[in-house]
């Protein structure tokens, strides 16, 4: 099967880049470019894409905002792509928020180019790019620099059982669940399943908005 792609940056380069090293990819299709976030959402909203790689800093509407609309669209609208933020630096206020509104992670401009065909895979499959060396850091950094919201975030988790809550927090430390089965001693399919009912009982997208909520909520705190 196909991952239908777009490219939203304002830098002709690199969305040039971008667009030639994954088109080269038999599993991959570039279906549009676009140079602002505004002409982002539009383009995705026309090309239904199942990824949008977007970069965080654009003018006329940049990737926040445009992350923020293709994620809650407005009524009637019912195509919701997987958002994969692209950033120059690895700490990004900016990035944060976009993981709070729904992007499955954020990848690097400067990552070697087998990491950026990979991060469209783990994106386009369901999955969350969560690197625990970069985009754990990032959300522990500004969990840090703001306090946690110690009430709603915290009584969504009430609704988890004692199990689930063991689960949530190895995925914010982030390990996979491999090794969740391993640490907890069960089948690597029961963990699947555990990280299937938290996303649905936190009403969450993906893996990304569980690290932020364990943060959040304190369940996790920087630097355990």
Not at 93 to 120: M, N, Q, T
Not at 140 to 160: C, I, T, Y
Not at 189 to 208: G, N
């Amino acid at each position: 099967m196909t991952t239908r792609v777009i490219i939203v940056d304002d830098q002709a380069m690199v969305r040039a880049g971008f667009a030639a090293l994954l088109a080269a990819q038999s599993d991959i299709d570039v279906v549009g470019e676009a140079p602002d976030g505004a002409q982002g959402v539009e383009l995705s909203r026309r090309t239904r894409p199942d990824v949008v790689l977007m970069d965080v800093r654009m003018p006329e509407m940049d990737g926040l905002e445009a992350a923020r609309r293709i994620l809650a669209p407005p009524r009637g609208v019912t195509h919701r792509p997987r958002v994969l933020m692209l950033t120059t630096f690895d700490v990004d206020d900016y990035v944060y928020e976009a993981l709070r509104a729904g992007a499955s992670g954020f990848l690097l401009k400067d990552a070697p180019p087998a990491d950026l065909i990979a991060a469209v895979r783990v994106v386009a499959s369901g999955d969350a790019l969560l690197a625990p060396s970069v985009t754990r850091r990032l959300i522990a950094d500004f969990a840090r620099q703001r306090p946690a919201a110690r009430g709603k975030p915290a009584l969504r988790l009430k609704a988890l059982t004692q199990r689930e809550t063991e689960v949530l927090t190895l995925v914010a430390r982030g390990r996979s669940n491999t090794e969740i089965a391993s640490t907890l001693v069960l089948a690597e399919q029961t963990v699947k399943t555990h990280v299937s009912r938290v996303l649905t009982k936190l009403d969450l997208r993906d893996r990304a908005q569980a690290v932020v909520i364990a943060y959040e909520s304190g369940l996790v705190t920087p630097g355990e």
